[in-house]
């Protein structure tokens, strides 16, 4: 009860302190419009490199499968994202990693080839784990309806991409 105590006299405190609506998250665990096309953009991003670095060094075809359908899909969703982007004249997406994510990029293309398929169905399914909870919070409390039906429309695509790489294991010549 404290905490909720809390929360609303914080959001009480932003919204009377007119910060932008842009500048605020829109609810304890929810994206703004920048936030969202920042995280959706950099999670596209993340999955076209990651899995061009798959199709690279994996000797393991259920491997090579799954990144060439996330480079196919992820690319479909990047395009769609900036669509939305120009149309709506919202904040741009980036072009480029986030930190966080050009080092767990960095950290798989140093990984050692027997623990190359290892590392990427890890990376593989944090990603589709941390994506699927953003497309589900802005689908349901996001404040832009262009970005909400995004979020939507790419909820069952995310489970799919999930449910793949879920039952994924590297092959034992891989996992050596």
Same mark, same amino acid.
């Given at each position: 009860?404290?905490?909720?105590?809390?929360?609303?006299?914080?959001?009480?405190?932003?919204?009377?302190?007119?910060?932008?609506?842009?500048?605020?998250?829109?609810?304890?665990?929810?994206? #703004?419009?920048?936030?969202?096309?920042?995280?959706?953009?950099?999670?596209?991003?993340?999955?076209?490199? #990651?899995?061009?670095?798959?199709?690279?060094?994996?000797?393991?075809?259920?491997?090579?499968?799954?990144?060439?359908?996330?480079?196919?899909?992820?690319?479909?969703?990047?395009?769609?994202?900036?669509?939305?982007?120009?149309?709506?004249?919202?904040?741009?997406?980036?072009?480029?990693?986030?930190?966080?994510?050009?080092?767990?990029?960095?950290?798989?293309?140093?990984?050692?080839?027997?623990?190359?398929?290892? #590392?990427?169905?890890?990376?593989?399914?944090?990603?589709?784990?941390?994506?699927?909870?953003?497309?589900?919070?802005?689908?349901?409390?996001?404040?832009?309806?262009?970005?909400?039906?995004?979020?939507?429309?790419?909820?069952?695509?995310?489970?799919?991409?999930?449910?793949?790489?879920?039952?994924?294991?590297?092959?034992? #010549?891989?996992?050596?």
């Amino acid at each position: 009860m404290h905490r909720l105590c809390i929360a609303l006299a914080a959001a009480i405190a932003v919204v009377a302190l007119g910060v932008p609506a842009q500048a605020r998250t829109l609810g304890i665990g929810v994206e #703004t419009e920048k936030q969202f096309i920042e995280k959706a953009a950099v999670g596209d991003l993340f999955e076209i490199q #990651t899995s061009q670095e798959a199709l690279k060094r994996s000797q393991n075809a259920a491997v090579k499968a799954h990144a060439q359908k996330m480079i196919e899909d992820h690319t479909k969703s990047a395009e769609k994202l900036k669509r939305i982007v120009e149309t709506g004249n919202l904040p741009a997406a980036p072009a480029v990693l986030d930190s966080a994510h050009a080092d767990m990029l960095e950290d798989l293309r140093e990984a050692k080839a027997e623990d190359f398929d290892r #590392t990427y169905i890890k990376m593989q399914q944090d990603s589709h784990e941390e994506t699927l909870e953003m497309m589900e919070r802005y689908a349901e409390n996001g404040e832009n309806p262009a970005l909400k039906a995004f979020a939507t429309e790419k909820i069952p695509t995310v489970q799919q991409h999930k449910s793949m790489v879920d039952g994924m294991r590297p092959t034992k #010549t891989s996992a050596n």
